[in-house]
């Protein structure tokens, strides 16, 4: 397939599952295999050292984990993919493969919690310098990286505000140093932006958010060269943050739709947005596909699609947000997003749960802001919901 030229929606229904596949099924099978056997020493020995394709134990690698590996490392348009059993087991493995002690990281305040308390507690306990920026100046973060650095972190859109970061530009900036550019893809999807393609070294993703797509199961991957994605895979070989084939195996199936479910998401999320911009309860709304989104022409740029998640703030803040939320019968109220269901929240029980009120504050989180994942319902359904719903406010 790969003489093909192929695209992300062929790509996503087909791409890599041959090498996984036995018996001629047509579908990868779930391999619950601890181990893996062999006939004689000699050929597990050329699996062991690489000389030949297979598998040796489940830890490292296993027939439904790397066919999830291979889908989403095409779909990225990378040459490597390490996979994870969760999306902070990617970002956690990822820097704590790729930094040591004495190094420095330039990321911004908006990262996703989880994410936010690596760089504020876990890294510096092992003499790791962080330095976060606010995450709409651009020029902020260049001088910071100019100031010198090993690795420079990016997450676009962020969490709960859809701030969006130039990818090309701070990847070229963080080049002039000679560090590394990781990017969190997780709100954007392969199918509405590749960070490779814009100069990013690595990419990676919560896969339990839109990649899997049906709340169900709990993933992460990395995507990028062989060098370094050999480098993250060695160090959860290790340490042992595998992913589990069952969730593999949901994630393959639900990645066949994921084109289908993100240009649906898309086209919902920017006709609410722009609904909500006209409401007499909303005071504002973020979402990068509107004209009024501060880095609006930056997002035009990068993307291909502006995305299923936008937030807003009601007029009546926090108390507003309180008696709104339980009345939308269209939303499961939940810490999850990119699900075919919409789910909405607030930064203090989602995104956010892990840091402390102040800790929310200092990053320019509001406490009454909705954080709203839109799903593939009707646009004119949900935006019924939110209309009834409003009346409360
Ligand atoms: C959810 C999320 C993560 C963490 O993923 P888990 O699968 O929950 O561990 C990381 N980054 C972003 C942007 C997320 O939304």
């Known amino acids: 397939m790969a003489d093909m030229d192929l695209t992300p929606d062929t790509l996503a229904v087909w791409a890599g599952e041959e090498a996984s596949r036995a018996h001629g099924a047509t579908q990868v099978p779930i391999v619950y295999s601890a181990a893996y056997g ?5 050929s597990w020995l050329d699996v062991a050292l690489g000389r030949a394709p297979g598998h040796i134990y ?3 690698t296993n027939p439904t984990v790397s066919a999830f590996e291979e889908k989403v490392r095409i779909l990225e348009g990378a040459e490597a993919a390490t996979s994870f059993s969760t999306g902070m087991a990617a970002v956690s493995n990822t820097l704590f493969a790729l930094l040591a002690p004495g190094d420095r990281v330039v990321s911004a305040k908006d990262t996703y919690g989880g994410t936010n308390q690596l760089f504020v507690d876990f890294l510096p306990r092992i003499g790791v310098r962080v330095d976060l920026c606010d995450t709409s100046d651009f020029e902020q973060i260049e001088a910071a990286i ?40 997780t709100f954007a999807t392969p199918i509405n932006q590749n960070p490779l393609a814009l100069g990013a070294d690595l990419v990676l993703h919560s896969a339990t958010k839109f990649l899997g797509g049906h709340a169900d199961a709990l993933g992460g ?24 084939p069952m969730a593999a195996y949901l994630l393959v199936r639900s990645l066949k739709t994921l084109a289908l479910r993100v240009r649906r998401q898309n086209e919902n999320a920017l006709t609410i947005a722009r609904w909500l911009e006209a409401q007499p309860a909303v005071a504002v709304v973020n979402y990068p596909g ?28 926090f108390e507003a947000v309180k008696r709104v939320l339980p009345r939308l019968r269209l939303a499961h109220l939940a810490a999850n997003l990119g699900a075919v269901e919409t789910l909405a929240g607030v930064p203090a029980t989602t995104s956010h749960v892990e840091c402390t009120m102040e800790e929310r504050a200092a990053m320019g989180i509001p406490e009454g802001l909705v954080r709203y994942s839109v799903g593939i319902e009707d646009a004119g359904d949900l935006m019924r919901d939110l209309e009834q719903a409003f009346a409360v406010a």
């Open 221 to 244: 991957v990395l995507c990028g060269a062989p060098e370094l994605s050999a480098k993250v895979y060695h160090y959860r070989e290790i340490t042992g943050a595998s992913l589990d």
């Open 58 to 60: 489940s830890r490292n």
């Open 290 to 317: 509107l004209e009024s989104h501060l880095h609006h022409d930056v997002a035009v740029r990068q993307m291909r699609g502006f995305g299923g998640m936008l937030s807003f703030g009601l007029e009546g803040g």
């Open 146 to 185: 100019a100031e010198g650095c090993r690795l420079v972190y990016l997450e676009t859109p962020t969490n709960p505000t859809l701030k969006v970061m130039d990818i090309a530009r701070l990847a070229a900036a963080a080049h002039e140093v000679g560090a590394l550019v990781v990017a969190d893809n």
């Open 38 to 42: 062999y006939a004689d020493v000699e």
